[in-house]
């Protein structure tokens, strides 16, 4: 879901984009790493296919919506949540400057919500489960 502008107070507004700020840290340290020329147009198709479900919006009450996000398929497909910060930074980026969904001021929570909380507890969910109940269903889980 994506939080609007105005809705979280400044205060916690800047707490967020000082996460979102050390993650990013940690996501390019990770991409100058581990990205080559095979895996960036993986993580250009994940980004589009990734904004294309989240432009399916469901109303919820108070004034925001919900939809699919898919920062567990980023962090499962890369095998680390520093690419679903980076591709949720992107995306979340393009959609509150061109789209008005989500905003600037939100921009940290939203990260913070989507990439860097479902980045995390999706592949260590994984990661958790996948001796215990196999491959497939863990992935089903996380």
């Known amino acids: 879901m994506h939080i ?42 994940l980004a589009a296919g990734i904004f294309a479900i989240m432009s399916m919006n469901m109303p919820i009450p108070f004034g925001t919506s919900g939809h699919m996000v898919g920062g567990c398929l980023v962090a499962l497909v890369f095998c680390a949540p520093e690419a679903a910060v980076l591709v949720f930074t992107i995306v979340l980026l393009i959609q509150a400057l061109i789209f008005g969904d989500g905003g600037i001021t939100a921009l940290g929570t939203n990260v913070l919500n989507m990439g860097i909380i ?7 969910t994984f ?9 497939y269903p863990a ?3 996380a």
């Open 127 to 135: 990661k958790g489960l996948k001796n215990t109940i196999g491959k």
């Open 139 to 141: 992935v089903g889980v």
């Open 118 to 124: 479902g980045g995390c507890v999706g592949l260590y």
């Open 4 to 45: 609007p502008d105005g809705f979280i107070p400044w205060t916690q507004c800047a707490i967020y984009y000082i996460i979102l700020i050390v993650a990013l840290y940690f996501a390019t340290k990770w991409a100058k790493k581990n990205l080559d020329d095979k895996h960036v147009p993986l993580m250009a198709i």
